[in-house]
């Protein structure tokens, strides 16, 4: 396997910080034994934690009114996968990407497939783009792409999402997930209903092109770029189209698509209970769709989150929903922000580990709600840092991945090597 990051200094860093970890980690292992609890079993719920990479994600992000590169910037899709590479060899909580086409549309996928395979990444979920018009492309998508009145532009979403399905089999990817902003600006600008039914009339084509063995993923947004309505606003919706496209279609679950102080974890709770929760994109958020690093903002709604991801794992053991982190990085080193994202995914999923079932069940059934949620809040506090350190060093990770970045270099090194050129591959701004 091809390391970025020499290992040599990776492994200076953790000689270096072992003996405090070690320190750290036996200290919360008493804390934890006088609850009953095994740190043990939640070391492994760490290693075996798992978050895929979005590909626009290493690259710096921007707004509608400005993008400021950083330095060093990924020019193509396979100096993207190097930065995946670094991010999962120092977390080792990463192993899959997940593309997006055809910002990152590779021209020889198995060329592609290769170079992943070399930093020990696989290929997750393959996104469709059908909320910008493409070079060369003869319809454009300014009135919707799936929802389109013009038969021809529909006929040309649809198409694409086909091509990607074809490309991501070649990857090994085993979903699609579809997200459009089609929607509308006005009232009256849309028959609510009639874009609804040619969606739905579009969905159905790329459903029936889906392998055996893949899955399809309705992403829901409530708004922007439709500032009025957007066809698939809500899970809801989500739902219902998931529901009559059959047992392939899943709901995916992104954390910022929804109106303020919406009950999210609840949203987790009816689509698992209806067997309909395909995934998530994680981030983050404080006023609508901010794509904020994930749990920077609303750390105690992730944990919340895992904790019904927990219930529906104890409900059926078989359950395993989709993660993806989907943010975007104005201000920071994408590749700081992505590995921090993801350690602050795995450390909900381990706070979630750690709530007291048994006692919560008993306390709910006894309508004792003040310790009810003290319950909740007992694992929420919980400082699991040590539980994903050890569980990062034993699986031939860095005890604290940003500070091991740093040290390394890494990006000083982009800077020289990837001078930035024109055309290069596309961040999500959106
Ligand atoms: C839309 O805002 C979205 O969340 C979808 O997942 C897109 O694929 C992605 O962002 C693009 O940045
Ligand atoms: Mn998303």
Known sequence: MTTTIDTARVQEHNARAQETLQA??????????????????????????????????????????ARFPGKGEPRDVFEKMRDCGVIHQLTRATPTVSLHFPWDLPQDPQALKDVADSYGLGFDLVNSNTFQDQAGQAETYKFGSL????????????????DCIEVGKTLGSKGLTVWVGDGANFPGQHNLRGALERY?????????????DWQMYIEHKLFEPAFYCTTIADWGTSFAVAQLLGPKAKCLVDLGHHAPNTNIEMIVARLAQFGKLGGFHFNDSKYGDDDLDSGSINP??????????VDAGERDPGFRPAFMLDQSHNVTDPIESLMQSAVEVQRAAVQAALVDRAALSAYQQSNDALQAAQTLKAAFRTDVSPILAMARLRNGGAIDPVACYRASGYRARCAEERPAKAGTSGSGIV
């Open 24 to 65: 750290d980690f036996d200290a919360l292992a008493g804390v934890l034994a006088r609850r009953g609890q095994d740190i043990e079993q939640l070391v492994r719920v760490a290693q075996q934690f798992a978050v895929a990479i979005p590909s626009w994600g290493v690259g710096t992000g921007g707004t509608r009114f």
């Open 200 to 212: 739905i009339e579009s969905a159905k084509q790329i459903y029936a092109a889906l392998p055996d």
């Open 300 to 309: 105690f709604q992730l944990f919340l989150v895992f904790n019904e991801l």
């Open 147 to 162: 929802t389109a009145t013009d038969p021809k532009v529909r006929a040309q979403a649809v198409q694409h999402n086909i």
